[in-house]
């Protein structure tokens, strides 16, 4: 039998909560630690430099480089092989010239000369003559040939070279027709000592008819040609007072 409030519906006891400590939170990822670098150890201390021997710019005299430069000039440990490398080279190590219009200069072993290879124009003057005759038929114009010599007079050491050729096509002995190509150049020869060139500078020759036509000549053989030494060339703007001029090729040694 129910008593007053009561229910018929069973009462069940609630159930007990977990432990704390009983409860397990999710574990956070665990980070690894690097390894450190072992240490580093400082390099080595390099070895003295050790003296070297070689001669200055454009020297003969060995001479000790504590320094150790060795970017260009070729060096010895000794005295002795350094002296001995002065005694078999061809040219200073540092000297330098100018012919007028390149540079040349000697290597740093002393092997031999270098140069620039600049073009530089220098023209040729004729004088044409009737066949198998002193009679000049056709010469230059004369200013304008003087303004071209003056210009590369510049030089101090340039000649003005005279050739005469010998004529082909005539049964003449060849002695002969040498005989008159070369006087056909002393010819030319009076005649540009009287319009003032120093004669001290103007020499004849013999002209080589095959050098000629490699240059493009194609005209008369019964000629005179007046140039320059082609071994000896100027760029327009060389000026006489320049450094160029004191260091002029042939006017100082270089062995």
Same mark, same amino acid.
């Given at each position: 039998? #129910? !008593?007053?409030?009561?229910?018929?519906? &069973? @009462?069940?006891? *609630?159930? %007990?909560? =977990?432990?704390?400590?009983?409860?397990?939170?999710?574990?956070?990822?665990? #980070? !690894?630690?690097?390894?450190?670098?072992? &240490? @580093?150890?400082? *390099?080595? %201390?390099? =070895?003295?430099?050790?003296?070297?021997?070689?001669?200055?710019?454009?020297?003969?005299?060995?001479?000790?480089?504590?320094?150790?430069?060795?970017?260009?000039?070729?060096?010895?440990?000794?005295?002795?092989?350094?002296?001995?490398?002065?005694?078999?080279?061809?040219?200073?190590?540092?000297?330098?010239?100018?012919?007028?219009?390149?540079?040349?200069?000697?290597?740093?072993?002393?092997?031999?000369?270098?140069?620039?290879?600049?073009?530089?124009?220098?023209?040729?003057?004729?004088?044409?003559?009737?066949?198998?005759?002193?009679?000049?038929?056709?010469?230059?114009?004369?200013?304008?040939?003087?303004?071209?010599?003056?210009?590369?007079?510049?030089?101090?050491?340039?000649?003005?070279?005279?050739?005469?050729?010998?004529?082909?096509?005539?049964?003449?002995?060849?002695?002969?027709?040498?005989?008159?190509?070369?006087?056909?150049?002393?010819?030319?020869?009076?005649?540009?000592?009287?319009?003032?060139?120093?004669?001290?500078?103007?020499?004849?020759?013999?002209?080589?008819?095959?050098?000629?036509?490699?240059?493009?000549?194609?005209?008369?053989?019964?000629?005179?040609?007046?140039?320059?030494?082609?071994?000896?060339?100027?760029?327009?703007?060389?000026?006489?007072?320049?450094?160029?001029?004191?260091?002029?090729?042939?006017?100082?040694?270089?062995?």
């Amino acid at each position: 039998m #129910l !008593g007053c409030g009561q229910s018929g519906v &069973p @009462v069940t006891a *609630p159930q %007990a909560m =977990p432990a704390a400590s009983s409860v397990v939170a999710p574990s956070a990822p665990r #980070l !690894g630690l690097a390894a450190l670098p072992p &240490p @580093v150890e400082p *390099p080595p %201390a390099p =070895p003295p430099i050790r003296p070297r021997w070689t001669t200055s710019k454009n020297s003969n005299e060995c001479s000790e480089n504590s320094a150790g430069d060795t970017s260009y000039y070729q060096h010895f440990q000794t005295r002795e092989e350094c002296e001995t490398w002065v005694k078999e080279r061809s040219c200073r190590p540092g000297f330098a010239c100018f012919d007028g219009c390149n540079w040349g200069g000697c290597d740093g072993d002393g092997k031999g000369m270098t140069q620039t290879l600049l073009g530089c124009p220098s023209l040729a003057y004729n004088f044409e003559f009737s066949p198998r005759s002193m009679d000049v038929q056709k010469e230059p114009d004369w200013a304008w040939m003087q303004e071209g010599v003056a210009e590369e007079f510049k030089a101090p050491q340039r000649r003005l070279i005279i050739s005469g050729y010998v004529e082909p096509g005539n049964t003449e002995v060849r002695a002969s027709a040498e005989k008159r190509a070369l006087a056909r150049a002393k010819l030319v020869r009076r005649k540009l000592i009287k319009h003032g060139l120093p004669a001290k500078r103007l020499v004849t020759e013999l002209g080589d008819v095959e050098a000629l036509r490699a240059v493009g000549y194609a005209g008369t053989l019964a000629l005179v040609r007046v140039g320059f030494d082609p071994a000896e060339r100027v760029r327009e703007d060389f000026v006489p007072s320049s450094r160029e001029y004191q260091l002029w090729c042939g006017a100082i040694p270089r062995k």
